[in-house]
């Protein structure tokens, strides 16, 4: 069973969680999964031993609150500093997940890989992302990643894409940035299983730190 939390916290109490940025948050939704053993002994370890996060976040900032979106196959667990009228947790079962047709929003991190010189004539192992800021550019990355997460988009709908908004972080005393970028449309699914795992894990780069979740609706 996939669960979905939905958060719902004023300002005031971001600023006395210390939620300032995307990666502030990253680090506070990990704590509602401390109570799951495996994950708390995995998370002490470094961060090639994390591996990904169990789950995907979003962060939406409207005028008066911020709602904080996870999807997790773990169970979180309602902290204290958060209360009962906060909290909505909603399971999503298979047949939700197994509909032809949806209307979808993402938020995302869409990248391309570029080499990076080594400095001795050569490249380095793993190159850097650059963010793609164009719009053809950026639906041309939907495109691929509808294909190899088992949809396609729907021509009927117009496919709406924001302009790029900054996200700004610190993380272990290094400022960062990461490009975020809203795409809104349809999509007709193509392949239940990868569009599923899709769905549970993200699509695009970034993911823990409050990109790739794929909110739907069956159309």
Not at 168 to 195: E, S
Request: aromatic share 14%.
């Amino acid at each position: 069973m996939t669960n979905l939390l939905k958060l719902t916290l004023g300002y005031d109490q971001l600023a006395r969680e210390k939620i300032y940025d995307n990666y502030a948050w990253h680090k506070k939704a990990w704590t509602l999964f401390e109570h799951h053993r495996e994950l708390k002994e995995r998370n002490v370890g470094t961060e090639k031993e994390r591996g990904p996060a169990p789950f995907l976040s979003r962060y939406i900032q409207k005028s008066d609150h911020v709602q904080l979106l996870i999807v997790s196959e773990y169970f979180p667990l309602k902290p204290d500093w958060c209360g009962s009228d906060q909290w909505k947790l909603i399971e999503i079962d298979e047949t939700y997940l197994s509909q032809e047709n949806y209307y979808f929003d993402l938020y995302a991190n869409p990248t391309r890989s570029v080499k990076k010189p080594d400095g001795m004539g050569g490249f380095t192992k793993h190159g850097r992302r650059l963010t793609l800021m164009d719009k053809p550019s950026q639906t041309d990355w939907l495109l691929r990643k509808g294909k190899n997460h088992g949809f396609k988009l729907d021509d009927d709908i117009p496919l709406k894409i924001e302009k790029p908004v900054n996200h700004y972080f610190n993380r272990k005393g290094r400022k960062g940035l990461h490009i975020g970028v809203r795409f809104q449309g349809a999509f007709h699914v193509t392949y239940q299983k990868a569009f599923q795992k899709a769905f549970r894990e993200g699509i695009g780069t970034a993911k823990g730190f409050g990109f790739g979740l794929l909110m739907i609706k069956p159309a």
